[in-house]
């Protein structure tokens, strides 16, 4: 076994950037909590061969909170240097070989969370803060440099190994910026692509981009444009990569030369293999990144459950990585991985060191990615330790952090051979006892009273044992069975059970074999056997002695009491201590000397141990209890509290002691001689263990989460520290983190306050603003108790922090008074006993006395008392507490005055008020009355309103509450009190919708009418929203209540809002509410069947998803396909079910749509029309199918939509007019001109279509007319009459094309000649005559408002300038108005004046007032628009037109294409 001194240090600290670092030549170090610890590496170390070659060196002791970064100096020669920043606001520089400061620097005003020693500048130390706020220090010239560059949290900064001013930057928020030192800071790069926590960064350690071939486009997945600012090609930003890690679960690889993404790398989920931790624990990812120096093109990163990873970066699309230590199961990590530093021995080994939150530190082999070895650590503080009595080096140590380490000290091949185990624990382990024959049987005990049985040899859970301790387990011990366990045969009882002690006071005897069992107090059986009637003291500590025939109870009052098996008589009481008994040890049997075996040594809260040798007590075993009073030796050296004591196994009468004054003490105690004194702790000591196998050497564990393996041989200290303030310890608990005050424990609660004993200032849990508990075993564990320290220097008791506040006095200058001089109280004595009792009348003096102490009245008469509460409320008063007053008042039973005093002042409380009945009825209305006006002042309204209710002034309270705008309440009040007919409540109702309405809250003002009974405005008010479900519920609430006219408007709206939306399914939904709307479910219907077939015949692009399933058809004609539908659907059958629903689509009416009228509403406005006609038809009312049809196409037409008006053509006269001219009957009929115009529109458009297939792109005219429709824009000015310029005329494509196949002109013949012959029915004279009047007024009409506008803007002119007079304006005006565009030169010559404009208007208005209005009602296509197309296709297709119709065509232009529009087609045909 290796005489060597060993540490097990404390945890890395969790959840930092840079918290570890390590140089070349073998140095390591990582904080944890408050210090750096120092691990040397390699052959320097000084290991024992075989061993691994690594050792604990030291400390860096000064921060005063937790260590958030540490880094060292990486340039040769000055690798002794290295930085630390701390949540103490602090970064120091030291130096390792002497562990002391060398400067420091506290610029920072916010929490350091990064920090790094620039690799190319020598004296430079980056660090940031969670503000943002970035310093860079230079150490030799003690100057520094500060830069703000982004207002958001600092995560993690590197610094570029191969510039010098080139810093990278990750935020919380996922951002990366590399900026310029040199340049105050100056963003070169902002690296957008993380959405969480920057973890790590790593440059790559060659300079250039070429030791990736990246193929940096096709890997990209970030925008082509560089991010941050666009900056010239330097040296400084060409070429190097960077490596980020990152909480969402990516690495990605950045190119610094043009600043963008060129990897990302995902992280795998691997499955768990053996991880030793509880699976119910959440934890968040960690990813931190090493960039190996000899090997550019492999990454190693962390991943989800610790494992570490190396990867491939020249196969980045194929995601390849190896595995640490993927053969060896169990060496990985358990937990998230912290940090990873490489570190180069002195033998040239590269090897990778890591920190995990799985409290160990493993040192990996890179040329193998084997673990060559593990340092473990605590994370809490080491309560208890504990040697195998059967496994000889088996320590097992108790941990704050909730878990047991088992150190296998005798281990060959490892120094730290530490298994854990964590199952079932849950909480801080307070106690630990071997059994002491079965091997690997551990009890442990816990801090929340959990007491249980683990087999270290098996991975099975512990048994926990049903019977908890109300509070912390202070000691377990292994004794023989007592009754009632004892009294089992001998088969049926374990031969040893188990005894805890808890906080509480009780000790539990626990049957192994029957955990689940109850678990007895000892305490029944104690009073039982010594016929005890008083109350048992409270125990605090167990020890069986060796042969398990003497059991010893330590108690929280300082005294020992000494029982004998079997049945536990009391044999003996030591009255020692006078303070709580912290530790009871019995020398062990094995001695030189047979009588050592009695002495039992004890250690409590004050600070000296005493041995008592039991030996005559024990053999003589008394009648009686025998009660001890002198110690058999006392040990005296240590200045704090005892708390753990234990015997030499190698030694007679030679102990070691462990103390709250931070020092472990050696004692011969048969010569009352301290021996040694070890100081290595920098905290409390907690429990200490004499090796059983090397007699030089101990264990001790203490509160700065550190158990220590040091020898006697080796300290330098005889005794411990003395004087009330040791110099050495001051400075160690420098660095203890500061305790805070508990809250929610009251100590009084805390009966045996052993507890101390493991109360240091536990800060376990030294926690970070952002997140988890540092340290803890899960989140929600680790130290949470932080209560104040009990340093010798000081008795600075737990109860003065969380005593509660004392309560004011009542009579305070009277008890002032009484804490007077001695001889102001005696005299006080002398003037009070003249004052009773002299017989005659009190003398002048007397009375004066007893005046001028007031505070006598409390002892003489009623008058003196009035007058002393008198003095006591004014000084009440005067100090600003006017309750004390009025309680005073009471007391003297004026309630009145107070009530009074109090409402003149605005001082009334509920209290006073409540008190007021006793004063009388009258008073107690007073005084709420007054008691409301004074909470409306302090605008508690509300509050204020309940007290008027209290006196029953209803109405009161609730205008009250209305006039403050309190409605909810006002009503609520309204309707518990009033009747319900009250106009009161409407008004209430009908003031609060209005004002909800106001300001859109129409959902809650819609209750508020229905409330007051105003159906009809509540559905109003649900309507104003507009969007179809407040349309669709407003429609029901109308229909509930009866509104039908409403109900059916507001379906209607519904359904239209759900149309634009094309939801066909929801708008027949809306319109089922409502009987009257069948009509237009009817025009919805075919609107829905019209758009699903302009939709098949892709001429509508917004696909719609909701059509009913009867739209879906589409075999058959069209109009039969409707009717179908309808009688299918909507059970349309009977004629007078079509003439109902005819009458009820007959009275609306729509008006002319225009250019803009939506597309959407244009269909249906022609699927109402179309309606009409289908039902007209199948009531065979052909005059009004007529009409009706006439209407839908002159829609189309008028809205310039070409297409749609074919698509009816197609649809509704799929074989032309001549069917319903059969229909119609006479000819003479009063229809013809609305026939003659639908034939005409008919015609009109199969002329367009046939031109248009003369065209050379698309012969098929089925083609154009989708041609047409995807150039709406084109097609609709071709359509428009009135602006109507058929520029086609103009385009070259109309010319005919000489390579066109003969057969298709033979075909166009054929085609043309029936068509061509029904032309003629265009060529109607007094439509073209009618048509030229009305172009001719809106020309003149045109022409005036010009001249308005123009005769305006010179008046404006005017106004603001000097311009020309009047008549050269008019001038102006005129010229410009006769020189339109189009129009030849002599007639720009020739102005208008405005009598000729009106003489012409006037012309040509009493023309079209001569037509007979059957010719006027009814449009007709533009005949010149036909005249023109003729000509075109005559001459297009020589022949096809016969020499009449052209010469009629050339006709009609010549005699009324004399306006604007049509002038120069004329003359292009006509001349």
């Not at 011969?668 to 905290?683: A, I, M, S, V, Y």
């Not at 309750?883 to 003149?904: N, P, S, Y």
């Not at 129409?1002 to 969007?1027: F, N, P, Q, R, T």
Request: aromatic share 8%; with cysteine.
């Amino acid at each position: 076994m290796g005489q060597d001194p060993r540490t097990l240090p404390p945890s890395p600290n969790w959840y930092c950037a840079r918290c570890s670092d390590a140089v070349p030549g073998g140095l390591f170090g990582f904080a944890a909590r408050t210090s750096v610890f120092l691990v040397r590496v390699g052959p320097s170390a000084g290991a024992i061969p075989g061993t691994p070659p690594f050792r604990v060196i030291g400390e860096l002791v000064g921060h005063t909170e937790r260590v958030s970064g540490f880094t060292f100096s990486h340039h040769p020669g000055q690798y002794n240097l290295c930085a630390t920043s701390s949540d103490d606001g602090t970064v120091k520089i030291w130096d390792v070989e002497t562990k002391a400061v060398v400067t420091e620097h506290a610029l920072h005003q916010h929490t350091i969370s990064a920090l790094h020693w620039s690799p190319q500048v020598k004296d430079l130390i980056v660090s940031g803060d969670e503000k943002g706020v970035v310093f860079c220090y230079w150490l030799n010239r003690n100057d520094s440099q500060h830069h703000f560059i982004e207002p958001r949290t600092i995560f993690c900064l590197t610094c570029s190994p191969h510039h010098e001013d080139l810093v990278a930057i990750g935020y919380k928020d996922g951002i990366v910026v590399i900026i310029d030192i040199s340049k105050k800071g100056e963003v070169i790069h902002r690296l957008r692509g993380h959405d969480d926590e920057i973890h790590s960064i790593a440059w790559c350690p060659l300079p250039g981009e070429d030791c990736l071939s990246i193929n940096q486009e096709e890997n990209s997945e970030e925008p082509e444009i560089p991010n941050g600012k666009v900056i010239e090609q330097t040296p400084v930003t060409k070429g190097c990569y960077l490596a980020t890690g990152s909480k969402d679960q990516t690495i990605r690889i950045w190119s610094c030369s043009r600043g963008r993404g060129v990897m990302i790398l995902k992280l795998p989920f691997l499955k768990r293999r053996g991880g030793g931790i509880d699976p119910t624990v959440k934890e968040r990812l960690w990813l931190t990144l090493h960039w190996p120096k000899d090997q550019p093109t492999q990454l190693v990163s962390s991943c989800f459950g610790g494992e570490l990873l190396l990867w491939d970066l020249t196969q980045s699309w194929r995601r390849k990585y190896t595995l640490f230590s993927a053969s060896s199961e169990g060496q990985n990590h358990s937990r998230i991985v912290f940090n990873l530093c490489p570190l180069q021995t002195e033998d040239d080994k590269q090897l990778l060191l890591s920190t995990s939150m799985d409290r160990d530190v493993k040192c990996w082999d890179m040329a193998t990615l084997e673990c060559c070895w593990t340092l473990p650590s605590l994370g809490g503080f080491a309560y208890k330790l504990a040697f195998s009595p059967v496994d000889m080096g088996c320590l097992a140590i108790g941990v704050g952090d909730g878990m047991i380490r088992v150190w296998n000290t005798l281990s060959i091949k490892n120094n730290y051979d530490v298994k854990n185990f964590w199952q079932g624990v849950k909480s801080k382990v307070t106690a630990l006892c071997w059994h002491p024959a079965k091997e690997g049987c551990l009890a442990f005990g816990t801090d929340d009273g959990k007491v249980g049985l683990y087999d270290t040899y098996s991975n099975k859970p512990p048994q926990i044992s049903s019977t908890y301790h109300k509070k912390t387990v202070y000691t377990l011990a292994w004794g023989p069975p007592l009754p009632p366990i004892s009294l089992g045969g001998e088969g049926d009882r374990p031969s040893l059970t188990l005894y805890s002690c808890g906080g509480e006071g009780i000790v539990l005897q626990h049957n192994p074999w029957k955990l689940g069992g109850e678990a007895y107090d000892i305490n029944k059986l104690i009073r039982d056997t010594n016929s005890i009637k008083y109350k048992l003291p409270v125990h605090t500590e167990i020890s069986w002695k060796a042969d398990g025939k003497i059991m010893a109870l330590g108690n929280e009052d300082g005294s020992i009491e000494i029982f004998q098996v079997p049945n536990l008589k009391l044999i003996c009481t030591i009255q020692q201590h006078h303070k709580l008994v912290n530790t009871i040890s019995w020398h062990h049997e094995h001695g030189s000397q047979p009588e050592l075996s009695y002495l039992m040594a004890s250690g409590s809260n004050n600070a000296i141990i005493y041995v008592h040798n039991l030996k005559t007590v024990i053999e003589s075993n008394p009648e009686t209890p025998v009660t001890i009073t002198e110690p058999y030796r006392t040990l005296s050296g240590h200045t704090a509290k005892i708390t753990s004591v234990a015997w030499s196994p190698h030694h007679d009468g030679r102990l070691v002691s462990a103390s709250y004054d931070g020092t472990a003490q050696v004692w011969d105690t048969l010569r009352e001689e301290p021996l040694c004194n070890f100081r290595g702790h920098r905290g409390r000591l907690l429990c200490v263990a004499w090796s059983p196998l090397d007699p030089d050497c101990i264990y001790s564990g203490a509160d700065d989460f550190c158990v220590y393996k040091w020898l006697t041989s080796m300290q330098e200290h005889s005794r411990p520290p003395q004087g009330k303030k040791s110099i050495e310890l001051e400075k160690k608990r420098l660095s203890q983190p500061k305790p805070k005050p508990k809250k929610k424990k009251k100590p009084t609660s805390r009966a045996p306050v052993k507890q101390e004993v493991y109360d240091g200032n536990e800060d376990e849990s030294i926690r970070e603003s952002s997140g988890p508990v540092e340290n803890g075993v899960s989140d929600q564990e680790g130290e949470e108790e932080a209560r104040e320290p009990e340093f010798p220097s000081g008795v600075a008791s737990v109860e003065s922090l969380t005593k509660k506040r004392k309560a004011r006095s009542m009579l305070p200058l009277t008890t002032s008074l009484d804490h007077r001089s001695k001889e102001e109280l005696h005299q006080d004595c002398l003037v009070l006993a003249t004052a009773k009792h002299s017989k005659a009348e009190l003398n002048k003096e007397v009375s004066a006395d007893l005046e001028e102490r007031f505070h006598l009245g409390l002892f003489t008469d009623r008058g003196a008392l009035y007058r002393m509460i008198e003095v006591e409320g004014k000084g009440h008063l005067e100090n600003g507490h006017p309750e004390l007053f009025h309680q005073l008042m009471l007391w003297k039973g004026d309630l009145k005055g107070v009530l009074q005093t109090a409402a003149e002042r605005g001082e009334l409380t509920d209290s006073l008020v409540a008190m007021a009945p006793v004063a009388g009825y009258h008073v107690w209305l007073w005084a709420v009355e007054a008691f409301a006006k004074q909470l409306c002042f302090q605008d508690q309204y509300v509050k204020a309103a309940s007290h008027l209710l209290s006196i029953h002034k209803v109405y009161e309270a609730v205008e009250l509450l209305k006039s403050n705008h309190f409605y909810r309440e006002a009503i609520a009040v309204a309707k518990a009190r009033l009747r319900p007919e009250d106009p009161i409540l409407k008004d209430l109702y009908l003031t609060w919708g209005a004002i909800l309405e106001k300001d859109g809250h129409y959902a809650v003002a819609a209750k508020c009418y229905l409330g007051a009974a105003c159906a009809y405005d509540a559905a109003k008010v649900l309507s104003k929203k507009g969007d179809a479900a407040s349309l669709k519920t407003a429609a029901e609430l109308a229909s509930i209540v009866g509104e039908n006219e409403l109900s059916s408007s507001l379906a209607l709206r519904c359904a239209q809002e759900l149309l634009l939306a094309r939801n066909w399914a929801g708008a027949q939904e809306a319109l089922k509410l409502h009987e009257s709307l069948k009509g237009q479910r009817l025009v919805f219907c075919l609107l829905e069947l019209l758009s699903k077939h302009l939709e098949d015949r892709q001429l509508l692009e917004a696909k719609s998803s909701s059509y009913n399933t009867w739209a879906t058809g589409t075999a058959g004609p069209f109009v039969e396909r409707v009717t179908a539908v309808w009688k299918s659907t909507f059970s349309l059958e009977s004629p007078e079910q079509y003439q109902a629903a005819l009458q009820q689509l007959q009275s609306i009416k729509y008006p002319s749509p225009t250019n803009n009228t939506p597309s959407k509403q244009l269909l249906l406005h022609i699927c109402h029309d179309l309606t009409l006609a289908v039902l007209s038809q199948q009531v065979a009312s052909w005059d009004a199918a007529v009409e009706a049809l006439l209407r839908a196409v002159v829609r189309s037409y008028d809205s310039g939509n070409f297409t749609i008006m074919q698509e009816v053509h197609s649809a509704f006269l799929p074989e032309g007019c001549d069917h319903l001219k059969h229909k119609l009957g006479e000819p003479q009929s009063l229809i013809t001109p609305a026939f003659k115009s639908l034939e005409a529109f008919f015609i009109y458009g199969h002329l367009y279509e046939f031109w248009w297939s003369l065209s050379r792109h698309c012969p098929k005219s089925s083609v154009w007319v989708r041609a047409a429709h995807r150039r709406t824009a084109s097609v609709e000015q071709s359509q428009q009459i009135n602006n109507a310029t058929p520029e086609e005329t103009d385009s070259g494509d109309s010319q005919p094309e000489p390579n066109r196949p003969p057969e298709l002109d033979v075909r166009l013949t054929e085609e043309s000649k029936q068509m061509l012959i029904t032309c003629k029915e265009l060529f109607s004279e007094k439509h073209a005559s009618l048509q030229n009047s009305q172009r001719t007024v809106a020309e003149v009409q045109e022409t005036l408002a010009e001249m308005i506008r123009q005769h305006q803007k010179s008046q404006v002119c005017k106004s603001t300038t000097n311009g020309p007079d009047k008549n050269e304006s008019e001038q102006a005006a005129e010229q410009s108005l006769s020189s339109p565009q189009n129009e030849c030169k002599e007639e720009k010559n020739q102005p208008l004046s405005l009598p000729e404009l009106t003489k012409r208007l006037t012309e040509a208005n009493e023309k079209i007032a001569k037509f007979p209005e059957s010719v006027k009602i009814w449009p007709f296509p533009d005949v010149l628009e036909c005249c023109l197309i003729l000509l075109h296709i005559g001459s297009q297709c020589p022949g096809s037109v016969t020499q009449d119709m052209q010469q009629q065509a050339q006709e009609l232009l010549q005699k009324y294409g004399n306006t604007k529009v049509y002038k120069r087609y004329c003359e292009t045909f006509c001349t």
